[in-house]
């Protein structure tokens, strides 16, 4: 059974005093590792904005962001052999195998900072990864930011990151400052061919994970295709209801 659906448009008064409420509870309840909530999962497309959303799950919930595209993208830069095999599927727009993944979340979860739970992000995108996950940690709920394909190829292909500071821009949707225009990049895996091949392997090996956390009664549906802070007003109200 789903959560429901998290979406819709909050005037800015409102939503400043919602913020003001929900700051407010999260200072004076029970610190977050007494709570009950565990590991949060940040689920959706390729370019759904889950990178893009996490900085404010994170602030809200002082869980980490465990991403599994910046661990293996990390691995890749470090000339690792395992960081190699794995570019080769990245840079083809397909799945790493399920065992190295997990692998490489087996042991991040051993890391002291992961003991109250994570935010996951990318991870996990198929029913194996799941049932792997469910051995080992403990899933609250599950934040899914629906986009339809359209809206996907033009945010990948325009988006660009900032390697100073990790931040997400889009050449349209969320401009950078000029100022660091110059030392933006663009991923290699971002280009309109390999995101038709990712978008394959989201709806044949990770969509169906949507009813697997459905039916479980973990799943909380937002609409993503809004604005960027459209959005986040929607995640802000899923946290609230975690929490
Ligand atoms: P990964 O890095 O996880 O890529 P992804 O899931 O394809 O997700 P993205 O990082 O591309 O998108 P996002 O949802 O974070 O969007 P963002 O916020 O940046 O994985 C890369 C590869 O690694 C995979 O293809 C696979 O090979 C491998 N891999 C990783 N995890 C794996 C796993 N668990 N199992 C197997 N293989 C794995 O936003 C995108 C752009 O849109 C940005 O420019 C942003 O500014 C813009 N934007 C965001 N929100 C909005 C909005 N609301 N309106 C307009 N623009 C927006």
């Given at each position: 059974m789903d959560n429901g659906s998290v979406g819709g448009l909050w005037s800015p008064l409102v939503r400043t005093e919602y913020l003001i409420i929900l700051r407010h509870c999260l200072k004076t309840t029970k610190?977050?590792?007494e709570s009950m909530v565990g590991s949060i999962v940040l689920f959706g497309p390729p370019g759904a904005g889950k990178g893009t959303q996490a900085g404010r799950i994170v602030e809200l919930t002082s869980k980490p962001q465990v991403s599994t595209g910046d661990m293996l993208r990390a691995a890749v830069k470090s000339g690792s052999p395992m960081g190699l095999a794995a570019k080769e599927y990245m840079d083809a727009g397909l799945l790493v195998p399920d065992d190295v993944i997990i692998g490489l979340i087996q042991e991040r979860l051993q890391e002291d900072d992961a003991g109250q739970g994570v935010l996951f992000d990318g991870f996990p995108r198929t029913i194996p990864q799941a049932e792997s996950l469910e051995q080992i940690a403990t899933v609250s709920s599950v934040i899914s930011i629906e986009v339809p394909d359209d809206a996907i190829v033009d945010r990948i292909v325009g988006r660009r990151m900032d390697p100073e500071?990790?931040?997400?821009?889009?050449?349209?949707?969320?401009?950078a400052p000029p100022e660091i225009e110059d030392r933006l990049i663009q991923r290699p895996d971002d280009t309109e061919e390999t995101v038709r091949s990712r978008l394959e392997a989201y709806h044949n090996q990770t969509a169906p994970l949507a009813?697997?956390?459905s039916d479980r009664g973990?799943?909380?549906?937002?609409?993503?295709?809004?604005?960027?802070?459209?959005?986040g007003v929607s995640v802000e109200r899923a946290i609230s209801r975690i929490l």
């Open positions: 610190p977050l590792g500071t990790g931040e997400i821009f889009h050449v349209q949707f969320k401009p009813d697997w956390y973990l799943l909380i549906r937002i609409d993503g295709n809004a604005s960027i802070n459209q959005v």
